[in-house]
Structure formats: C-alpha cells, structure tokens
T-cell receptor
Framework: GNSVTQMEGPVTLSEEAFLTINCTYTATGYPSLFWYVQYPGEGLQLLLK?????DKGSNKGFEATYRKETTSFHLEKGSVQVSDSAVYFC???????????FGRGTSLIVHP | KAGVTQTPRYLIKTRGQQVTLSCSPI?????VSWYQQTPGQGLQFLFE???????NKGNFPGRFSGRQFSNSRSEMNVSTLELGDSALYLC?????????????FGQGTRLTVV
C-alpha cells in the first residue's frame, strides 16, 4: 500500500542552524510528493511539491528533492528562523488518486 | 479569493451527543476532504466528496458521515460522540477533477467531548 514515514520529533534547533527532516515513502509507480506546514492554531498549507523523479521543490528557503532510487523526499533549510517553528508533514499521492497519504508530522522548535 | 472556511472553530459536546461541522471550499473547488487530527494518530483521512458524491472513504465507523451540497459546501456529522472523538477536524478542498494537486486546508474545528 501507500505509506509515508517521517522522522520522529520534536526537532529542536537554534536559530540559523541547518535543518533536515527525513521522509521516505512506499508507493507503486511515480507518486507526487508534498511537504505541508502547520503553524500553531492553523490548518495545513502547502510548502513545496515535486511531481517526478529528480524534481526539486523549493519555497521560503526550504528545499526537497524527489529521489526515486531511495524513495525519499527529505526537507532541508540552510538557516532556520524562530518563525519556522511549526509541524511539518510529508505526503505522497500516487497517480490516479485524489487523496494524499500523510506522514505523522514532525514538530520543529527553533530557539533564538 | 477566500480560503477554505470551517465553522465553528471550537465546539464542546457531551458524550452521546451528535455534532455537525461545516466546510465551505474555495470557490470553484468541487472536491472536499475531511481529516481527523489527534496527537496520538496524526492526520487520518475520513472521506472525500466530489459533486455531491462520496468518492473515497477512510477507515472510520459509521458514526462518522458527511455530505456535500450542490454549491460544494460540505458537512460532516458525528453521532453518539465518544471521548476519543476529541480532535481537530480539518477540511480541505482541491480543484475540480485534477489528480495529484495540492489540497487547500481550512483552519479546522476543534471538537472537545466531555
């Protein structure tokens, strides 16, 4: 079946540190991959996406590359800010499906 | 363009009661999905409606039901509430019939069952 595995949180970093949140997926074919972010008290919003192998999604300094060979879509940011504190969800959506499969979410806490 | 609107934002109900939550999708979006978010289980898919028809369904008991109206607005209903139904319920809408596109989420309804 289709599943998404994210690293357990919380991830705690100091401001300007480098961020990596790991995400791997299992799916047949070539799913589209997404990272969503949920700020406190809010719903999820799309952060970035990639629809085919080797695509790199990027937004607000965050990047993730679709790696078919390792079935991964790790989220990275070179220098985090306090305002990046949120919960990050990795999701995959296989071809022909209208419903994404979400990971459990990873909480990021950034200290000044 | 207005985003996805969910009402109410907060609800407190007593065990055994029923509750109805409402979701207005982004204008032009005909697909509406519902999710339950809890600290223990994460984000779990409830069901998805498209053009007033339930197109996909998650693994929830029959106490959870939904519907969609001709203007694409959707409601979900939970009957015979249990303490474990306390959660953030999120609604998301997507463009008409396009697959593999992003979902646009509302802010959610926080349901507390006491």
């Amino acid at each position: 079946g289709n599943s998404v595995t994210q690293m357990e949180g919380p991830v705690t970093l100091s401001e300007e540190a480098f961020l990596t949140i790991n995400c791997t997926y299992t799916a047949t074919g070539y799913p589209s991959l997404f990272w969503y972010v949920q700020y406190p008290g809010e719903g999820l919003q799309l952060l970035l996406k990639a629809t085919k192998a080797d695509d790199k999604g990027s937004n607000k300094g965050f990047e993730a590359t679709y790696r078919k060979e390792t079935t991964s879509f790790h989220l990275e940011k070179g220098s985090v800010q306090v305002s990046d504190s949120a919960v990050y969800f990795c999701a995959s959506q296989k071809g022909g499906s209208y419903i994404p499969t979400f990971g459990r979410g990873t909480s990021l806490i950034v200290h000044p | 363009k207005a985003g996805v609107t969910q009402t109410p934002r907060y609800l407190i109900k007593t065990r055994g009661q029923q509750v109805t939550l409402s979701c207005s999708p982004i204008s032009g979006h005909r697909s509406v999905s519902w999710y339950q978010q809890t600290p223990g289980q994460g984000l779990q898919f409830l069901f998805e409606y498209f053009s007033e028809t339930q197109r996909n369904k998650g693994n929830f008991p029959g106490r959870f039901s939904g519907r969609q109206f001709s203007n694409s607005r959707s409601e979900m209903n939970v009957s015979t509430l249990e303490l474990g139904d306390s959660a953030l319920y999120l609604c998301a809408s997507s463009p008409t019939s396009t697959m593999n596109t992003e979902a646009f989420f509302g802010q959610g309804t926080r349901l507390t069952v006491v």
